[in-house]
């Protein structure tokens, strides 16, 4: 094939048109992946993200948050969560396997304080949770 002295060969496109081409797909679709989608109920739920592993199992309810227990095959776990965040106040969390020492977690906090879990198989465990000075304690649960 004989060459053309006259003929040259096009320009290669300019490094920030193919940059563009390139990147800008990628950071859409990573912008996607990261950004958080609302959930049922419109967005703005006032709901703790669970901390916990495990199926939640019980709910203690109180004047001014709610103590929350969850239960995997071998560990008990609780978190502690205020009624009405924003406010930074003192609370605690306290989560005992039976014949075993209690793990506690105080201090002050905006919206939950916790988790704390313990080693609790073929274990009952007591819980104490408390936001504010005003608390419930559970006995003896998931037995």
């Known amino acids: 094939m004989p060459t053309d002295p006259t003929h040259t060969p096009p320009p290669p496109p300019p490094r920030r048109r193919l940059l563009a081409r390139v990147l800008g797909p990628?950071?859409?679709a990573l912008a996607l992946l990261l950004l958080p989608?609302?959930?049922p109920g419109g967005g703005g739920s006032a709901e703790a993200v669970s901390v916990c592993h495990g199926?939640?199992?019980?709910?203690y309810r109180f004047?001014?948050?709610e103590l929350r227990l969850y239960r995997t095959r071998h560990y008990a776990c609780a978190v502690t969560v205020a009624?009405?965040?924003g406010t930074v106040r003192p609370m605690t969390v306290s989560l005992q396997p039976r014949g075993?020492?209690?793990a506690v977690?105080?201090?002050?906090?905006p919206r939950q304080t916790g988790p704390?879990?313990?080693h609790a198989l073929n274990r009952c465990v007591s819980a104490y949770g408390s936001v504010a000075g005003q608390g419930r304690s559970t006995g003896w649960v998931l037995c």
């Open 100 to 102: 075993g020492r209690p």
């Open 26 to 28: 990628l950071l859409a």
């Open 83 to 85: 009624k009405r965040p």
């Open 116 to 118: 704390v879990t313990v």
């Open 63 to 65: 004047a001014t948050g």
């Open 105 to 109: 977690k105080a201090g002050r906090f």
């Open 55 to 59: 199926r939640p199992t019980k709910t």
């Open 37 to 39: 989608v609302p959930g």
